[in-house]
């Protein structure tokens, strides 16, 4: 009696592959929806690398290709870089070819590079530095508020900025993890860096990718530098004539109806600067722009709901809102209720006046 046995053979697949892929499928998705633009660059170059870092990650953790490691390393830099222009692009909302000394971000990658190449013992101090300060240069610039993304349209704002909040954190944390793998190298070479690295990083490109898919997709064209944010406690009598006027142009314009209306554009309309406009509906009117602006658009899609039959998603649109997330969220903000809820309410309300005039007649 013979036995048989049957060997069975599984591919391993490291899991920063996985992630890889799930980042490369984003970046088709930007594509597919035309995102990919002279307007957001920088994102998409991010994105990216966060990708091509993955899979060196996979590479070195998971089949222990050792010689992967310059690699990692000066993707590592670029990502820092890329991260702090991809967001200061949505400040300043100028063309990424006009930007003033933008060749000095091209310098961390470009030394840790050298470093590879001549002379390697300091390549993790160098890491844990550029992580720190592109960290500390986002955490300030997130800090400002939404307002401070000016070239993000108004109805995605918040979002971006929440991405800004997770790329500063991620940054920032990565130079606290190059510190944790270079004390675990020096006490006990290097004996738990892989799991960190599986934990930390994987989990992390993944997350950043997502965020900066989110605040590269509602980034829109821009037309002025926009400056520091100036909030006082008070307001002052320029401030409450401002507010006047963006009032005036809100009702009489409805510009709120532009989806890709940021605070760029709505400072230009009114002949001031970003400072002016923003400052003004901060002091004046206790919130934001975005928020602002997003008033107008659930007050018409009220008013929509209300009178028309219109599917909830034309409505949507025709408001100024570009998707149903943003749409759903603010329109809770304001009122309370969901649209379908609003719409709900508006219907009995009709029909009990109806029926009260049916009976007083």
Known sequence: MFRITVVSTMIFVPLPFVVALLLFILLIQMIRRREVTVLNPFFFSLIAAYALQSMVIGLRWGYDLRGVLPVQAVLAAAIASLAWLSFEGLRTGRSPLKRPLLWLHA???????????????????????????????????????????????????????????????????????????????????????????AIGNVLALLVLGTAATVAGANQSPADVEVEDDGRTSQPSAEDTQIAASLDDLMQSRKLYR?????????????????????????????????????????????????D??????????????????????????????????????????????????????
């Open 107 to 197: 310098l961390p990658p470009l030394f840790v590079a050298a470093l590879v190449a001549f002379w390697p013992a300091p390549i993790s101090l160098a890491l844990i530095l550029i992580f720190a300060g592109y960290g500390v240069a986002l955490t300030w610039l997130a800090s400002a508020g939404p307002d401070a993304l000016a070239s993000s349209r108004l109805d995605g704002v918040i979002n971006s900025h929440r991405a800004l909040q997770v790329t500063a954190f991620a940054i920032a944390a990565s130079a606290v993890i190059d510190i944790i793998i270079s004390l675990d190298f020096a006490r006990s070479g290097g004996i738990h860096s892989g799991q960190i690295v």
């Open 308 to 361: 028309t039959d219109e599917p909830i998603t034309r409505i949507m649109f025709d408001a100024g809102f570009q998707t149903k997330s943003n749409f759903n969220r603010e329109f809770l903000r304001v009122t309370g209720m969901s649209p379908k809820a609003w719409r709900s309410r508006a219907l009995e309300t009709d029909e009990k006046t109806a029926k009260i005039i049916r009976l007083v007649g």
């Open 258 to 306: 532009d989806v890709d209306l940021n605070l760029n554009r709505l400072a230009r309309k009114m002949g001031l600067s970003v400072r002016q406009v923003s400052s003004a509906v901060n002091r004046v009117k206790s919130m934001s722009v975005s928020q602002y602006v997003n008033d107008y658009r659930v007050r018409e899609a009220c008013r929509s709901l209300t």
